[in-house]
Nanobody, 120 residues
């Protein structure tokens, strides 16, 4: 089982920056794809950014050019650098990790969610 601990959320100002972190711990062989989703009130949970084990990335259109996803494999951690924040970025952000158990199967694990509020 893997545990995901998110940090870095909180209040940001329009045009400002926040950096989210998600650290994985527990028993697993390796982490494959890692990503971030977000869910605003009354909205469906949507993919924000994803990074594969090979370093390929993809972003939602709404955050392209503003957000950057990265990972530190030595720390089993994925980051989301959020620049040029907009009020519409306000949402609960969830870390998502594909866990390779080393036993010929994998599963997805989700963080508890961290609130990001962008307001002046």
């Amino acid at each position: 089982q893997v545990q995901l601990v998110e940090s870095g959320g909180g209040l940001g100002q329009p045009g400002g920056s926040l950096r989210l972190s998600c650290a994985a711990s527990g028993t697993f062989f390796r982490l494959n794809a890692m990503g971030w989703h977000r869910q605003a009130p009354g909205e469906q949970r949507e993919l924000v950014a994803l990074i594969t084990s090979g370093g390929s990335t993809k972003y939602s259109d709404s955050v392209k050019g503003r957000f950057t996803i990265s990972r530190d494999n030595a720390k089993n951690t994925v980051y989301l650098q959020m620049n040029s924040l907009k009020p519409e970025d306000t949402a609960v952000y969830y870390c998502n990790v594909e866990v390779d158990t080393g036993s010929y199967y994998s599963y997805n694990s989700w963080g508890q969610g961290t609130q990001v509020t962008v307001s002046s």
